[in-house]
């Protein structure tokens, strides 16, 4: 496939060490190693147009091809590919990550297994692995062993054993499938089994993972295979070692053509993270959220008196310098490439509410392990008195305005509902006189809020304090609390929002110019927080009517990107994203009969 071909129509495997993206072709066409922000030695997907010469690439090609068919097994992260040339000849690919309990604990190692079985006739496939290092610029040395390749850069590779050929694998050779084949590739150290019962083995283990974690969550009655295929790529996108959430599993796919909007995602956003969280609490998810806010806990308790940013490395870090890479020329060609994102250098007030909201799940979900108690509560006060002191100030924004800043109004509501969530833990643990300071806080802070985010002339909440401009977060403020769905002022902003943000299903964040001019695609998540503000006002068949178009727009195994273009409805922005994601949970759960009703 060339890279003016190329679309987001992609599936997703990991297991919460590393991931991979592959196209219906069954090519890994993106995929970062040894962990989910790491160099990415798959990276066709940012690069290749020459299909013979294309790099970045892990292919099982057959020669003839005429027909694909693609599907994960039920409830499963695994994925299965079936391919068919003009003669009859037929193979499957199945492609897994392992994932599964073994001697007490949860076995995720940096492995990639693709199992090739022949299904009719003799398919003729070739195989192309041809990873990159160092960001695309630098060939990996090949060293041949018995039955291995080791492909290995400057700072670490790999090694890929196999029952295959390896002179058919070096020389991509075409080959006769006549057996099953099992690549497994990980790391550069010897596999104890034969690679093929070891692949059986290990997808035998996964798939029973994938069935009991499906079985473990609190799906609602309707859309459940939609909730089911958003809950596992949520997981995806989580790297267990330290419990963070990423944004999303790529860098620099553009959020619309030739805009240079052009951003790196693999790292934890706190906003992102805390809705995420709020999703997964919904599911029943409750060891990945456990996680989360051990990383919460890490993040305020290594934070000091510093600001804190909007943003962390998967690993915790709070700097991620953005660079441009040289050697990729970008999503069909669009560049920039970024590594790093510039954004942790903002100051974007909201993430002190964000810290909060996630946190107090710990202090009312008894069923975690670890509850909050009074002195988790005396650190987050800390949070609370920053939000205080910096409510009314202007940041970036939930946008990331590079360009300029202001008191959005957002920002302020976030910081709002952390104090207000501060009045509501000091309750439950019962320290009345620090209960009544917060809500005493929050009740002058929403006046506030109130006043100073209303333009009674465009009768709308405004994006920011004395503005006029629109923005989509504003359908979140019932949400979050600060005002009631059915206030007047909410309704007329619900009003004015479909009117100036709308374009056919899909919602535009805001329509003024930014950084890099006006924005040219619609923002997915809006779109759901439109669905939720409806119901939320009593208009619930009307979002139930658009909650389900939403979802005819999903890709072919059931995914969203970040944003789409509302005329064609291709998918653009990074991939998959899981604030998007989050949006087809929140909805199915407001929005679906009760089991009680149903059944």
């Known amino acids: 496939m060339t890279a003016a071909a190329r679309t987001l129509d992609l599936a997703v495997i990991g297991n919460c060490e590393i991931a991979m993206l592959l196209d219906e072709e069954a090519t890994i066409v993106w995929g970062c190693l040894p962990r989910l922000d790491g160099d990415p030695v798959f990276h066709a997907l940012l690069d290749s147009d020459r299909d013979e010469h294309a790099t970045g690439i892990f292919g099982i090609e057959l020669q003839g091809l005429v027909e694909t068919e693609q599907r994960y097994l039920r409830n499963t992260a695994i994925l299965e590919t079936m391919l068919a040339d003009g003669s009859g000849n037929r193979v499957r690919v199945l492609d897994y990550c392992p994932r599964f309990r073994a001697r007490g604990r949860m076995f995720r190692p940096m492995l990639l297994v693709r199992l090739i079985e022949p299904l009719s006739g003799r398919p003729v496939v070739r195989i192309r692995l041809r990873p990159r290092f160092e960001q695309g610029s630098r060939a990996p040395q090949v060293r041949r062993g018995s039955h291995h390749l080791a492909y290995t850069g400057a700072d670490g590779g790999f090694r890929l054993t196999t029952n295959a050929s390896l002179?058919?694998?070096v020389e991509e050779t075409p080959f006769v499938v006549d057996a099953p084949l099992a690549l497994m590739l990980g790391a550069d150290q010897?596999?104890?089994?034969?690679?093929?019962?070891?692949?059986?083995?290990?997808?035998?283990?996964?798939?029973?993972?994938?069935d009991d974690w499906v079985r473990s969550l609190a799906v609602p009655f309707e859309w459940q295979d939609a909730v089911i295929r958003a809950a596992i790529s949520l997981k995806l996108c989580t790297y267990e070692d330290t419990g963070a959430?990423?944004?999303?599993?790529?860098?620099?796919?553009?959020?619309?053509?030739?805009?240079?909007?052009?951003?790196?995602y693999r790292y934890c956003w706190l906003r992102d993270s805390y809705f995420m969280v709020q999703a997964l609490n919904r599911l029943g998810a409750t060891r990945t959220m456990e996680g989360y806010l051990r990383f919460i806990d890490r993040v305020v308790a290594s934070s000091g008196d510093r600001e804190i940013p909007p943003l962390y490395s998967i690993s915790g870090d709070a700097e991620v310098p953005e660079r441009i890479v040289p050697d990729l020329r970008g999503y069909r060609g669009m560049g920039p490439v970024r590594v790093g994102n510039h954004a942790y250098l903002q100051r974007q007030h909201d993430v002190y509410g964000a810290i909060v909201l996630a946190s107090a799940h710990s202090f009312f979900d008894e069923r975690l392990t670890n509850l909050g108690d009074t002195a988790q509560f005396r650190q987050l006060e800390h949070i609370g008195s920053r939000a205080l002191a910096v409510h009314d100030r202007p940041d970036a924004g939930p946008w990331e305005f590079r360009g300029f800043e202001r008191v959005h109004t957002f920002s302020a509501a976030m910081c709002w509902a952390g104090l207000d969530r501060l009045a509501r833990i000091a309750v439950r643990l019962g320290v009345s006189d620090r209960a009544g300071y917060w809500r005493g806080e929050a009740n002058r802070l929403r006046s506030h809020i109130l006043e100073h985010a209303w333009n009674p002339v465009a009768r709308v909440f405004t994006s920011s304090y004395g503005g006029q401009d629109l923005d989509a977060t504003a359908l979140l403020?019932?949400?979050?609390?600060?005002?009631?769905?059915?206030?007047?002022?909410?309704?007329?902003?619900?009003?004015?929002i479909d009117a100036g943000l709308r374009a056919g299903d899909w919602f535009y964040r805001y329509r003024h110019r930014d950084d890099f001019g006006t924005p040219e695609t619609a923002f997915t998540i809006c779109a759901f927080w439109y669905v939720n503000a409806l119901a939320m006002a009593g208009r619930r068949e009307q979002a139930r009517e658009h909650f389900e178009r939403l979802l005819s727009h999903r890709t072919r195994l059931g995914l969203l990107s970040e944003d789409i273009d509302p005329a064609t409805g291709e998918w653009w922005g990074n991939f998959p994203q899981t604030y998007s994601l989050v949006g087809i949970v929140n909805s199915a759960i407001r929005l679906s009969r009760s089991w009680e009703e149903a059944l």
């Not at 019932?478 to 005002?483: A, I, K, N, T």
């Open 245 to 264: 959430l990423l944004a999303a599993l790529t860098t620099s796919v553009p959020e619309s053509p030739g805009s240079g909007r052009n951003w790196d």
């Open 477 to 496: 403020l019932p949400e979050l609390g600060l005002v009631e769905a059915t206030d007047p002022r909410f309704t007329a902003t619900l009003e004015a």
């Open 167 to 169: 002179s058919a694998i």
């Open 190 to 210: 010897t596999l104890e089994e034969p690679p093929l019962a070891l692949a059986q083995s290990f997808l035998d283990e996964t798939r029973q993972y994938w």
